[in-house]
């Protein structure tokens, strides 16, 4: 199993920055591609960013945050950073760092492959 820990989370104003980071723990969190998802009450989980496992491996995102979202990886600390600019107040959710066990060149998009979650993070950004 692996244990994930975000953190980052925190009221913004429209067209500030903030760092979001996961940290994965426990059986071989190297073999995980890592994701990340946002939700609001009401809706469904949406997708933002995912990574391979592979140092080789592809980076996806949702095309609400292409251009703006940038998300990597740290294998020797077990991390991942979702760095996010340009934030606007479409932005607010809660954020959730997961992981499955996936050696694929092109990481999951679907919540539902997805099999370990953190417990989340709140992301508000003011107009």
């Known amino acids: 199993q692996v244990q994930l820990v975000e953190s980052g989370g925190g009221l913004v104003q429209s067209g500030d920055s903030l760092r979001l980071s996961c940290v994965a723990s426990g059986r071989t969190p190297d073999a995980y591609a890592m994701g990340w998802f946002r939700q609001v009450p009401g809706k469904e989980r949406e997708f933002v960013a995912a990574?391979?496992?592979?140092?080789?491996?592809?980076?996806e995102y949702g095309d609400s945050v292409t251009g703006r979202f940038t998300l990597s990886r740290d294998h020797a600390k077990n991390t991942v950073v979702l760095q996010m600019i340009s934030l606007r107040p479409s932005d607010t959710a809660v954020y959730y760092c997961?992981?499955?066990?996936?050696?694929?060149?092109?990481?999951?998009?679907?919540?539902?492959?997805?099999?370990?979650w953190g417990q989340g993070t709140q992301v508000t950004v003011s107009s």
């Open positions: 990574i391979s496992a592979r140092d080789d491996g592809d980076t």
């Open positions: 997961a992981a499955v066990l996936f050696l694929g060149f092109i990481p999951p998009r679907e919540s539902d492959d997805y099999d370990y």
